[in-house]
């Protein structure tokens, strides 16, 4: 199956991410979307878009051909209590939940071609950088390369950088917010309005992501050479961010992040394992 034979997906969760997908699968293709919530105000951002919203999971799931997971990954199990076992039987599963190992996605969704991605906020203007685990079925695999390609970079990886990529890719939006915001509030405390100094910061971050992305620099230590001279402004600057461990703070940043996201898959492997051995034993 191609992108162009696809007729219907399922966004069970259409909070953020989830609505950000839903968003540009209705404005780049044909594609027919059921999108489930378990808030008002999420089922009708959906229905707003073009949507077809519910509350009923399973029903998501049976009128689908590929399958999106966009919930927390603490309502995972609910999720399950909600969908019969039978209605995944066949469908292309995408989870787009943060450490959810796939492992503990083919035990729950027997008999459906699972996929562990993690994109980012970004796929809300089709800018995100998506990694997706883990290519073993020839057509399923490129029906969801194409299309997690609707919302921007796809880069499949061994499933053991996906924490990483988590902590990096899936989370990095919030961390760059954060740098963004402290440079434009330094240039607001040396003199410069506040809407003036964000415009910068924002045009400066865009220039730099080009000129690394079109490989005028190697690495990215060659740029922040070339721009620093002798006795200037940037060495003093660099100095202080020395100083304040900057650079070791946001690699510890990533770690942390990362490891966060580790220890959610491993909680919730092992209730979705006790909710499967729970169902094994009340139906011997």
Known sequence: ????????????????????????????????????????????????????????????????ELVVIAVKPYHFPQLLSEVKQESWKGKIVVSLMAGVKLATLRAALHGAKVFRAMPNLNAYVGKSSTAVSENLYDDASRT??????????????????LDVWTGLAGSGPAFIAEVLDA????????????????????????????????????????????????????????????????????????????RRSREIGNEIDSRIREKINSRIGHTA
Request: hydrophobic share 45%; charged share 20%.
């Open 183 to 258: 440079l434009a509030m330094g240039a607001v405390a040396a003199g410069m309005p506040r809407e003036l100094s964000y415009k910068a910061v924002l045009d400066v971050l865009e220039g730099t992501a080009i000129l690394l992305k079109n490989g005028f620099y190697q690495h990215p230590a060659m740029l922040r050479d070339d721009v620093t001279t002798p006795a200037g402004t940037t060495i003093r600057g660099l100095m202080v961010l020395e100083s304040g461990g900057v650079k070791a703070t946001l690699m510890k940043v990533i770690e942390a992040a990362a």
């Open 144 to 161: 969801v390369e194409e299309f997690l390609g609707l919302f921007g970079q796809v880069y499949w990886v061994p499933e053991e950088y």
């Open 1 to 64: 199956m191609t992108l162009e034979g696809l007729s219907s997906v399922a966004i069970l969760g259409a909070g953020k991410i989830g609505g950000a997908f839903v968003r540009q699968i209705l404005q780049k293709t044909g594609i027919r979307v059921y999108a489930t919530g378990r808030r008002v105000e999420t089922l009708r951002g959906a229905e707003s878009l073009g949507a077809v919203a519910t509350r009923d999971n399973d029903e998501a799931v049976r009128r689908s």
